[in-house]
């Protein structure tokens, strides 16, 4: 499955880059560059979809610049109240699966909350999405690299897209995770999203990005809206 990356993401990464300045230069450019601070490890993981490691309040001007609708958090801390408030502002609803961050070898991540976590991550509604724990390396990493599976990705190029997040602190257990998910019971989930918004007819297997989204329906996920107060 291939999904296609448009004019959004290029404004997105051209935001991104600007950011790549001498330290200097930041500096003297003021409140405005500094509103564009990307979170640690953010990228793009495909049209709609980005991952980072936990926003702090400096990165709230980059984070607004994605017009996200929603948030999948992958720690069992309660959100901080910045970033409530953020969100409730905004108007992003926010998605958490508590996943603890285990560095025991022998502790797996645990396979049903990342099939619900993916099961948000594959309905285009939610989208513009950002998918994000701690620092964006093993939570993170295990759910992109799962999504990758699905994506037809060979194995090789997960793990590689893997370490380059987690570099010296790769877990093996996330790796056998990875190598170990079985995806067959995401295929009719994911097939149904391609033919609804697609076609039957349809030869290009990809999500497609409509108005129509808004009124098709998937299994409905747990959330927390995150709803504006002054409304």
Sequence with gaps: ????QKSEDQRVFGLFKRRIVVKDEVKCKGEEEDGLVPPINFSMVD???YRSGFPKEENFGFIRSLNLKSIVYLCPEPYPEPNAQFLRSHGIQLFQF??????????NMPKETILEALHVVLDVRNHPLLIHCKRGKH???SLVGCLRKLQNWC???VFEEYHRFAAAKAR??????IELFDISCLRDCVYS???QYQGWASRSRRLSYTEDTEAKSINGPRKIEYLDSSS
């Design 139 to 141: 939570r993170t990493g």
């Design 1 to 4: 499955m291939i999904l296609v």
């Design 47 to 49: 049209r709609g979809i």
């Design 98 to 107: 508590g996943i603890d961050g285990s560095k025991e070898p022998s502790v």
């Design 155 to 157: 194995l090789s190029s």
């Design 172 to 177: 093996i257990s996330d790796l056998r995770f």
């Design 193 to 195: 999203i391609i033919y």
